[in-house]
């Protein structure tokens, strides 16, 4: 059986970045960030990280459930991209 990652970094899909931007909405370790919705991260991260874009929601969608994001961004991009309008974050589309 693999060990759980200990730190966030380590979890499928993160790296030294999310390691920094998480904890400005209080996610410091693996088992937060699986107990928290993704999508209320992202939400919260949005103001706090310029420029944060949906590969990050990707990311954390993926980390959680152990998944590669590019499969998630495949796989369910219209499911997030609707829950995102539902919430008011849908990102804008040029014109």
């Given at each position: 059986?693999?060990?759980?990652?200990?730190?966030?970094?380590?979890m499928k899909g993160l790296g030294p970045r999310c390691e920094q931007w998480l904890p400005l909405?209080?996610?410091?370790?693996?088992?937060?960030l699986r107990a928290a919705d993704p999508f209320q991260v992202y939400a919260r991260?949005?103001?706090?990280?310029?420029?944060?874009?949906l590969?990050?929601?990707y990311?954390?969608?993926?980390?959680?459930?152990g998944r590669n994001w590019?499969?998630?961004k495949r796989e369910r991009r219209t499911e997030?991209?609707?829950r995102l309008e539902d919430m008011g974050?849908?990102?804008r589309r040029s014109a």
């Open positions: 059986m693999t060990p759980r990652p200990q730190r966030l970094r380590d909405v209080g996610i410091r370790t693996p088992d937060e991260l949005l103001p706090q990280v310029p420029g944060l874009g590969n990050m929601l990311a954390l969608i993926g980390a959680i459930e590019i499969d998630i997030i991209l609707l974050l849908a990102p």
